[in-house]
């Protein structure tokens, strides 16, 4: 009786977690479903394929008890597709199109907008106008021609007719009613304005009119500018009498008699490797891209190199676990929080050659020492030595502090009897450090210090605020300065230092190159130190 | 299998990690500005937000709409507008440097406007918002360099570089090698083309060569022969010890205000602090040499969206609501930059700003085409080679010509 209850109780509990699993799905699923079709009308469409991929994911393995083992992945692998695998795939379909500051919207934007403009023809008439309304709330327009000719009365599409000699008319010679329409003061004007669209063509024939998009109160005979005609897919310009052909492999529509001749705005289409072969041709590779790249990995490998020993020295130093050493340690950490864009603008003004702090010490030194420097030495931003040692420092002061936590943490996780056997064995300290504390620690370390190496092989932040770059090189093909690293040169060459065009096809195909560059590198790097086997061995 | 489980650990270890940095990332940035919800939006500069908000309110009184001013910045121009106006979330008039306006304009982001009373502007200014043949823009600020003095060291303005040069080396003759003792006479930053443009231009160079329909982009004036002349002008200026390495916007100006350095170049931006400091200063124009000094212009002006639904509101709020005396004198006081409204420049009160104004008659347009991205990091690098490395200015000002000419014609091709 009583083991019965238990059953009946657990039976009665699982369906009720079934229920509620079910409904918890439900409401994930309308969720997904939701932001899927915001997502969709928004234009956003890939994103909400990705998240109707994800929702079906989900109600799927949560569904199907043999995808148990998949549950506890689910949210892992969720985000990342969100926000790892989906930027991925964007900036790589982003490389095969022009998409960027001239070619931004679609087709059929373009082709609406320039749909929209008007001209006025050689002899039209501008018409000082009067606005009626009718019970039904029509609108139309009593017109006074500029200078000579005949008062009309029109509505939209229509010329409306009426006796002139039937109607009555105010002071100032407009007609107070015709008909059921009655006329509405300047302000009833205004306030009614808003409900004629910005198109709506008055009147018919070749006096039809467009109120004035400059003044209140005025309209006049305005053209369409340009026609698409969808036979020949052309913008024709009836203005100037031209034809713009629409080229898609280009994404502009181009006077076919004079390629240079094109509609300004141009559209996105997919223009294949076009951006990657662009980039390989540019003359950014003929101009001084060895010494760009030989810099670029000095300064990642010293930069990675100096903050590594400078950690180590220090958690070495303050290995003891005293509160001393622990608030030391606290201090060493700071240079790591603060945000570096902060910090490189102090750093700025501690290198600054006239009033800086370093630059006076250096240069006191060198007074010290029987020089006579003159004003303005060191040369930190104008030498490039001076400005590469300068640099390296500020580095070296913004990473030490992670190597000095890493290698804090991996030297305590080095068993202490191992040191009790290599002294007890007659192992000086160097031997100690040499055959057991490094390799050790290197065991650990090493996948860190390739994440790092990569890093600062794009480390467009720091250079871009310490010098932009410089000092520039002299009588090179291409803008160049000592101190660029290889993102930093491409972004100055290909965006202008900003401010220019947005390129973003373009920009992503070069992010897509150097990402393979990277990635051989680092490939290469762990194949090297052998650091996934190893590791991968003793787990 | 060990070695594939250990990359599962840290795949699901970067997992784990990648919400917090997700949040992070999204506190830290602030959220793109959207569009109020109103029937008539305006975006403008912080400055003019309560001058504009007051315009707005009679129009919408007028006109039975709703009005809203929200507060953005240039940066917006760039990087929200050309997303958000084509899904229909931009502003319907916003506000820009016309310097932008080529990329506007060929973005298709911008609507050409009829400007109903063009000569009620400077015409320097309203020239700036025409582009291929159309208005765009209602412009209602010029901004300018010019030229400054401290009176106590330089009583009268120079008004040649054969002046200046003479009164700083007369400044100059007691230096030594303590930068802290010396005293200088004109001196400016490192770099920067913009403040350097005053004093190509007073040797009769150019950037670009200005025809009928506009900046030239194939006729690039880094090289010209003018250019070449105030380049060796500096190099030389440079070499007698006039000019001191390594200074920056922020030294430059506490330099001036310490009375170490007599005579600069600078913009109305640093009137507040030229002011606050004490120092006795004065302002007139660029000095001369071949040709008078001209500076860039930077004009300030409305625009209107080409997505926006409200062409024809737009058109009159633009023309018969901020192109009015007492609007445009509305924005000046908001933000005391030189105005673009004739009656406006006309009632300034400001002897500096009358001062800066008139240094900028001449002026020309800084070139809002394309080709002007190309210039700047070329033309920049090529002055510091010649004020803070000791290049030949000849082949510097020559080459950077040819990297600004390589990096058109790459930009053009594509």
Same mark, same amino acid.
């Given at each position: 009786?009583?083991?019965?209850?238990?059953?009946?109780?657990?039976?009665?509990?699982?369906?009720?977690?079934?229920?509620?699993?079910?409904?918890?799905?439900?409401?994930?699923?309308?969720?997904?479903?939701?932001?899927?079709?915001?997502?969709?009308?928004?234009?956003?469409?890939?994103?909400?394929?990705?998240?109707?991929?994800?929702?079906?994911?989900?109600?799927?393995?949560?569904?199907?008890?043999?995808?148990?083992?998949?549950?506890?992945?689910?949210?892992?692998?969720?985000?990342?597709?969100?926000?790892?695998?989906?930027?991925?795939?964007?900036?790589?379909?982003?490389?095969?199109?022009?998409?960027?500051?001239?070619?931004?919207?679609?087709?059929?934007?373009?082709?609406?907008?320039?749909?929209?403009?008007?001209?006025?023809?050689?002899?039209?008439?501008?018409?000082?106008?009067?606005?009626?309304?009718?019970?039904?709330?029509?609108?139309?327009?009593?017109?006074?021609?500029?200078?000579?000719?005949?008062?009309?009365?029109?509505?939209?599409?229509?010329?409306?007719?009426?006796?002139?000699?039937?109607?009555?008319?105010?002071?100032?010679?407009?007609?107070?009613?015709?008909?059921?329409?009655?006329?509405?003061?300047?302000?009833?004007?205004?306030?009614?304005?808003?409900?004629?669209?910005?198109?709506?063509?008055?009147?018919?024939?070749?006096?039809?009119?467009?109120?004035?998009?400059?003044?209140?109160?005025?309209?006049?005979?305005?053209?369409?500018?340009?026609?698409?005609?969808?036979?020949?897919?052309?913008?024709?310009?009836?203005?100037?009498?031209?034809?713009?052909?629409?080229?898609?492999?280009?994404?502009?529509?181009?006077?076919?008699?004079?390629?240079?001749?094109?509609?300004?705005?141009?559209?996105?289409?997919?223009?294949?490797?076009?951006?990657?072969?662009?980039?390989?041709?540019?003359?950014?590779?003929?101009?001084?891209?060895?010494?760009?790249?030989?810099?670029?990995?000095?300064?990642?490998?010293?930069?990675?190199?100096?903050?590594?020993?400078?950690?180590?020295?220090?958690?070495?130093?303050?290995?003891?676990?005293?509160?001393?050493?622990?608030?030391?340690?606290?201090?060493?950490?700071?240079?790591?929080?603060?945000?570096?864009?902060?910090?490189?603008?102090?750093?700025?003004?501690?290198?600054?050659?006239?009033?800086?702090?370093?630059?006076?010490?250096?240069?006191?030194?060198?007074?010290?020492?029987?020089?006579?420097?003159?004003?303005?030495?060191?040369?930190?931003?104008?030498?490039?030595?001076?400005?590469?040692?300068?640099?390296?420092?500020?580095?070296?002061?913004?990473?030490?502090?992670?190597?000095?936590?890493?290698?804090?943490?991996?030297?305590?996780?080095?068993?202490?009897?191992?040191?009790?056997?290599?002294?007890?064995?007659?192992?000086?300290?160097?031997?100690?450090?040499?055959?057991?504390?490094?390799?050790?620690?290197?065991?650990?370390?090493?996948?860190?210090?390739?994440?790092?190496?990569?890093?600062?092989?794009?480390?467009?932040?720091?250079?871009?605020?310490?010098?932009?770059?410089?000092?520039?090189?002299?009588?090179?093909?291409?803008?160049?300065?000592?101190?660029?690293?290889?993102?930093?040169?491409?972004?100055?060459?290909?965006?202008?230092?900003?401010?220019?065009?947005?390129?973003?096809?373009?920009?992503?195909?070069?992010?897509?190159?150097?990402?393979?560059?990277?990635?051989?590198?680092?490939?290469?790097?762990?194949?090297?130190?052998?650091?996934?086997?190893?590791?991968?061995?003793?787990? | 299998?060990?070695?594939?489980?250990?990359?599962?650990?840290?795949?699901?270890?970067?997992?784990?990690?990648?919400?917090?940095?997700?949040?992070?990332?999204?506190?830290?940035?602030?959220?793109?500005?959207?569009?109020?919800?109103?029937?008539?939006?305006?975006?403008?500069?912080?400055?003019?937000?309560?001058?504009?908000?007051?315009?707005?309110?009679?129009?919408?009184?007028?006109? =039975?709409?709703? +009005? &809203?001013?929200? /507060?953005?910045?240039?940066? *917006?121009?760039?990087?929200?507008?050309? $997303?958000? %106006?084509?899904?229909?979330?931009?502003?319907?008039?916003?506000?820009?440097?016309?310097?932008?306006?080529?990329?506007?304009?060929? =973005?298709?982001? +911008? &609507?050409?406007? /009829?400007?109903?009373?063009? *000569?009620?502007?400077?015409?320097?200014? $309203?020239? %700036?918002?025409?582009?291929?043949?159309?208005?765009?823009?209602?412009?209602?600020?010029?901004?300018?360099?010019?030229?400054?003095?401290?009176?106590?060291?330089?009583?009268?303005?120079?008004?040649?570089? *054969?002046?200046?040069?003479?009164?700083?080396?007369?400044?100059?003759?007691?230096?030594?090698?303590?930068?802290?003792?010396?005293?200088?006479?004109?001196?400016?930053?490192?770099?920067?083309?913009?403040?350097?443009?005053?004093?190509?231009?007073?040797?009769?160079?150019?950037?670009?060569?200005?025809?009928?329909?506009?900046?030239?982009?194939?006729?690039?004036?880094?090289?010209?022969?003018?250019?070449?002349?105030?380049?060796?002008?500096?190099?030389?200026?440079?070499?007698?010890?006039?000019?001191?390495?390594?200074?920056?916007?922020?030294?430059?100006?506490?330099?001036?205000?310490?009375?170490?350095?007599?005579?600069?170049?600078?913009?109305?931006?640093?009137?507040?602090?030229?002011?606050?400091?004490?120092?006795?200063?004065?302002?007139?124009?660029?000095?001369?040499?071949?040709?008078?000094?001209?500076?860039?212009?930077?004009?300030?002006?409305?625009?209107?969206?080409?997505?926006?639904?409200?062409?024809?509101?737009?058109?009159?709020?633009?023309?018969?609501?901020?192109?009015?005396?007492?609007?445009?004198?509305?924005?000046?006081?908001?933000?005391?930059?030189?105005?673009?409204?004739?009656?406006?420049?006309?009632?300034?009160?400001?002897?500096?700003?009358?001062?800066?104004?008139?240094?900028?008659?001449?002026?020309?347009?800084?070139?809002?085409?394309?080709?002007?991205?190309?210039?700047?990091?070329?033309?920049?690098?090529?002055?510091?080679?010649?004020?803070?490395?000791?290049?030949?200015?000849?082949?510097?000002?020559?080459?950077?010509?040819?990297?600004?000419?390589?990096?058109?014609?790459?930009?053009?091709?594509?």
């Amino acid at each position: 009786m009583a083991t019965n209850t238990t059953e009946s109780r657990q039976k009665s509990l699982s369906v009720f977690n079934i229920g509620l699993r079910y409904l918890i799905l439900a409401i994930l699923a309308a969720i997904g479903s939701i932001a899927a079709i915001q997502l969709f009308t928004d234009g956003f469409w890939q994103l909400g394929i990705m998240i109707v991929v994800i929702t079906v994911f989900f109600v799927i393995i949560f569904i199907r008890p043999d995808a148990e083992p998949l549950r506890w992945l689910s949210p892992g692998l969720a985000l990342f597709l969100v926000f790892v695998l989906f930027p991925l795939v964007s900036t790589i379909a982003f490389a095969f199109t022009n998409y960027g500051t001239t070619n931004g919207l679609t087709k059929p934007q373009v082709i609406r907008q320039f749909e929209q403009r008007r001209y006025a023809a050689e002899g039209s008439l501008s018409y000082t106008y009067t606005m009626f309304q009718n019970a039904a709330g029509d609108i139309a327009l009593w017109l006074v021609p500029d200078g000579e000719g005949d008062a009309l009365f029109v509505s939209e599409g229509e010329n409306l007719s009426f006796q002139s000699d039937a109607i009555e008319y105010d002071d100032s010679g407009i007609p107070v009613e015709i008909g059921d329409y009655v006329a509405l003061n300047r302000a009833d004007t205004a306030r009614t304005l808003q409900q004629v669209s910005d198109d709506a063509t008055f009147g018919e024939g070749e006096h039809a009119v467009q109120l004035s998009r400059a003044r209140f109160g005025v309209a006049s005979e305005l053209s369409q500018r340009y026609t698409y005609d969808e036979e020949q897919d052309a913008l024709i310009d009836n203005q100037m009498g031209a034809t713009y052909v629409a080229d898609d492999s280009v994404g502009f529509f181009i006077n076919p008699e004079n390629a240079e001749e094109r509609i300004p705005v141009g559209y996105q289409v997919v223009i294949g490797f076009r951006n990657f072969e662009r980039f390989l041709t540019s003359p950014a590779l003929r101009g001084p891209l060895v010494s760009i790249l030989v810099w670029n990995f000095t300064f990642a490998i010293l930069s990675v190199l100096f903050a590594f020993v400078l950690g180590l020295i220090v958690a070495l130093t303050f290995s003891e676990n005293t509160w001393l050493n622990k608030f030391l340690k606290l201090g060493f950490i700071l240079p790591w929080t603060i945000p570096n864009v902060i910090t490189i603008l102090i750093w700025n003004g501690l290198w600054n050659p006239l009033d800086g702090a370093y630059s006076k010490l250096i240069s006191d030194i060198a007074q010290f020492f029987g020089a006579n420097p003159g004003v303005g030495w060191p040369p930190i931003y104008n030498d490039a030595t001076w400005a590469r040692v300068a640099l390296l420092v500020t580095n070296t002061w913004f990473a030490f502090p992670y190597f000095m936590l890493i290698c804090s943490g991996a030297l305590k996780s080095i068993p202490s009897d191992l040191y009790e056997a290599a002294m007890i064995d007659g192992a000086n300290v160097w031997q100690r450090f040499r055959s057991m504390t490094l390799p050790l620690l290197l065991l650990t370390v090493g996948p860190l210090l390739i994440g790092s190496f990569a890093t600062n092989f794009n480390s467009f932040q720091v250079i871009y605020l310490f010098n932009k770059g410089g000092p520039p090189i002299v009588g090179v093909s291409t803008p160049a300065g000592h101190t660029d690293l290889l993102i930093s040169y491409v972004y100055k060459l290909s965006f202008g230092g900003g401010g220019g065009q947005q390129e973003f096809g373009y920009a992503a195909a070069i992010t897509i190159i150097i990402f393979l560059l990277l990635a051989a590198i680092t490939a290469y790097n762990l194949r090297f130190m052998n650091i996934w086997e190893e590791t991968g061995e003793n787990v | 299998m060990k070695k594939a489980l250990l990359i599962l650990a840290v795949l699901m270890l970067s997992m784990s990690v990648l919400p917090v940095v997700v949040a992070q990332d999204t506190e830290e940035e602030e959220a793109p500005l959207e569009r109020a919800d109103a029937d008539f939006v305006v975006w403008v500069d912080s400055n003019y937000v309560d001058a504009m908000q007051e315009i707005g309110d009679q129009f919408a009184a007028d006109f =039975g709409v709703t +009005v &809203a001013v929200q /507060e953005s910045t240039l940066g *917006d121009v760039d990087n929200v507008i050309p $997303v958000a %106006a084509p899904a229909g979330q931009g502003p319907d008039v916003f506000f820009t440097a016309h310097d932008k306006l080529g990329n506007l304009v060929s =973005g298709g982001l +911008v &609507a050409p406007i /009829e400007i109903a009373n063009p *000569d009620g502007f400077a015409e320097s200014a $309203v020239n %700036a918002f025409l582009y291929n043949g159309d208005f765009y823009g209602i412009p209602f600020s010029i901004e300018n360099i010019a030229f400054f003095r401290n009176v106590d060291l330089v009583p009268e303005a120079p008004a040649t570089w *054969d002046e200046v040069v003479a009164i700083s080396e007369e400044l100059a003759a007691d230096n030594g090698d303590n930068f802290e003792e010396n005293s200088y006479g004109f001196v400016r930053q490192g770099g920067d083309p913009y403040h350097f443009f005053p004093i190509q231009t007073a040797f009769g160079g150019y950037v670009f060569g200005l025809t009928e329909e506009g900046y030239d982009p194939t006729d690039v004036g880094i090289g010209s022969e003018g250019s070449l002349a105030a380049a060796e002008f500096w190099a030389n200026y440079v070499e007698e010890g006039l000019q001191p390495p390594g200074v920056d916007w922020d030294l430059l100006h506490a330099m001036f205000e310490d009375g170490q350095a007599a005579m600069i170049i600078t913009g109305p931006w640093a009137l507040d602090r030229i002011r606050e400091s004490g120092v006795n200063y004065a302002i007139s124009d660029l000095p001369a040499e071949t040709e008078s000094g001209k500076p860039f212009l930077g004009v300030w002006g409305f625009v209107v969206n080409s997505f926006s639904e409200q062409q024809m509101l737009a058109g009159i709020f633009l023309n018969e609501y901020v192109a009015t005396d007492e609007s445009m004198m509305a924005l000046y006081e908001a933000n005391k930059r030189g105005p673009a409204w004739n009656a406006t420049i006309e009632a300034v009160d400001d002897a500096d700003l009358a001062a800066i104004t008139s240094a900028g008659i001449e002026g020309l347009a800084m070139p809002a085409i394309p080709a002007m991205a190309q210039v700047w990091t070329a033309w920049t690098d090529a002055i510091n080679l010649i004020q803070e490395q000791g290049e030949d200015p000849d082949a510097t000002f020559e080459n950077a010509a040819e990297q600004i000419e390589t990096l058109i014609a790459e930009s053009q091709e594509n």
